[in-house]
């Protein structure tokens, strides 16, 4: 079955790091590109950024350039959103997508990641 | 960046009525636009891309039109399954993807 797969719940302090996973599955990962969009609670999607996993070519929006990493490791077809210091503003669920690269619209979306920042 | 203004906010609709949204750009997207549909607590799913392409599976009482800076969804006979949330997504420019704010169509 093709698939991304998403780390679980998280729930942290502020000031705290964290790293959160996407595995693909059933598909090459280095022929596709994988995103990270962010959903406030009750509110709606915006996109962080995107990788390449095949050679780590990374792109940010410009809202969440420097607040967040991207990365990927292609030997476990998987690819990480994380943060050196958390803030109760990135309470969120965070959907990993997938895109070919030829057109960009996300054609499949992982089942999110809820991240919980509170003192 | 490309501003994404989705309407209505909401929509009361009844099972087997004619449902349309409409998504505008600030500037022309030529029929770089896919839409979305969530539902709650789940993750977002791909309806439609290119402005009016069903995704494989999608059933066809989906479609989609418009080009430029004008676009529509239209639902042809509201079914129980499609009370959800609606996104539209301009895909124009490399690295540069804005999601509309959100369509949430209610059962009336």
């Known amino acids: 079955e093709v698939q991304l797969v998403q780390s679980g719940a998280e729930v942290k302090k502020p000031g705290e790091s964290l790293k959160i996973s996407c595995k693909g599955s059933?598909?090459?990962?280095?022929?596709?590109?994988i995103g990270w969009v962010r959903q406030m609670p009750g509110r709606g999607l915006e996109w962080i950024g995107i990788?390449?996993?095949?050679?780590?070519?990374?792109r940010y929006s410009p809202s969440f350039q420097g607040q967040v990493t991207i990365s990927a490791d292609k030997s476990i077809s998987t690819a990480y959103l994380q943060w050196s210091s958390l803030r109760a503003t990135d309470t969120a669920t965070y959907y990993c997508v997938r895109s070919s690269g030829s057109f960009w619209y996300f054609d499949l979306w992982g089942h999110g990641t809820l991240v919980t920042v509170s003192s | 960046d490309i501003q994404m203004t989705q309407s209505p906010s909401t929509l009361s609709a009844s099972v087997g009525d004619r449902v349309t949204i409409t998504c505008r750009a600030s500037?022309?997207?030529?029929?770089?636009l896919a839409w979305y549909q969530q539902k709650p607590g789940k993750a977002p799913k791909l309806l439609i891309y290119?402005?009016?392409t069903l995704q494989s599976g999608v059933p066809s009482r989906f479609s989609g039109s418009g080009s430029g800076t004008e676009f529509t969804l239209t639902i042809s006979s509201l079914q129980p399954d499609d009370f959800a949330t609606y996104y539209c997504q301009q895909y124009n420019n490399f690295s540069q993807w804005t999601f509309g704010q959100g369509t949430k169509v209610e059962i009336k």
């Open positions: 500037q022309s997207i030529s029929s770089w």
């Open positions: 990788i390449h996993p095949g050679d780590s070519e990374t």
């Open positions: 290119k402005a009016s």
């Open positions: 059933g598909y090459s990962i280095t022929s596709y590109w």
